[in-house]
Each structure stands twice: as structure tokens, then as C-alpha cells.
């Protein structure tokens, strides 16, 4: 019963931070503003969209294992670490913000990646796996935009 609580546990924790980092896409769509609006403004409405469907494929992978997905904007807040998204005032600081949360995100998609290799949950690895492919590519491009 012990690796279903630690499935479980760790599916939700990746589920609220792929919920803080789809926020924060979305909010720095709307707010990007200056001379690389255009491509900036873009690249957080793949983000933000992309994200969107790995929320719905972690929520959607809970429920295959028979657990509830949370069921309400708090749940999903703590299960996201429960910490404010750090405000920004311009392009410098959504990109360094932004890049700093998918870092993040990325750290932990690798712990939970092992973690449910332990627990052998094949099926959340492949999915998982998946989405960090995804994450490690546009955290270098949005670092090399930085440079």
C-alpha cells in the first residue's frame, strides 16, 4: 500500500507545478510587452497551451490509477508548492523568472521520474518522460533567447 501513497504523492506534486508553470505561461502571455512582443507572445501561448494538455494527461493519468484528481484551485496550489509565482515587471524578468520555474519543473519531473520507476508505474514514466523531453528543449530556448 506504501507505493501507492508514494505513486499517488508524487503524481500530485507534478501535477501542481505543471499547474503553477501553465499560470505563469499564461499570465506572461498576456503581459509581455516591448520590442520581441510578437515571437515572446507566441512562444508563452505554445507554453501555455502545451502545458495545458500535460495537466490533462497527469490529471487523467490519476484517475487510470484510480485516484481523484484535485478537485479544486487550493488542492492544486499546495499540491503545487503552495509559494506565489514571482512577479515581473519586464521581458528580462519573465524569461529569468520563467526559465528558473521550468528548471524547477524539470528537477522535479526527473525525481518523479525515478521515483516511479521504483514503484514500477511504467505507464506515468512514459507519460513523464514525455513531457520533460518537451521541457528541457524549450528551457534551452528560452535560455539561449536570454544570452
Known amino acids: 500500500m506504501k507505493s501507492n501513497s508514494v505513486k499517488e ?3 500530485r506534486a507534478v501535477l501542481g507545478k505543471v499547474f503553477r508553470l501553465y499560470v505563469q505561461s499564461h499570465c506572461y502571455h498576456w503581459n509581455v510587452e516591448g520590442p520581441n512582443f510578437r515571437s ?9 497551451q502545451t502545458l495545458n ?8 493519468r490519476l484517475r487510470v490509477l484510480g ?3 484535485p478537485a479544486s484551485l487550493d488542492e492544486l496550489l499546495v499540491a503545487g508548492e503552495g509559494r506565489q509565482l514571482s512577479a515581473a515587471k519586464t521581458v528580462d524578468e519573465m524569461l529569468a523568472n520563467h526559465c528558473a520555474e521550468f528548471s524547477s519543473f524539470i528537477d522535479a519531473l526527473r525525481n518523479a521520474i525515478q521515483v516511479l520507476t521504483d ?3 511504467d505507464g506515468t514514466v512514459g507519460v513523464l518522460t514525455d513531457i520533460l523531453e518537451w521541457c528541457e528543449k524549450e528551457h534551452w530556448m528560452m535560455s539561449a533567447t536570454m544570452k
Open 40 to 48: 515572446l507572445h507566441a512562444m508563452f501561448e505554445t507554453q501555455y
Open 67 to 69: 485516484v481523484k484528481a
Open 9 to 11: 504523492d508524487t503524481i
Open 119 to 121: 514503484v514500477r508505474d
Open 53 to 60: 494538455g500535460f495537466i490533462d494527461a497527469i490529471a487523467e
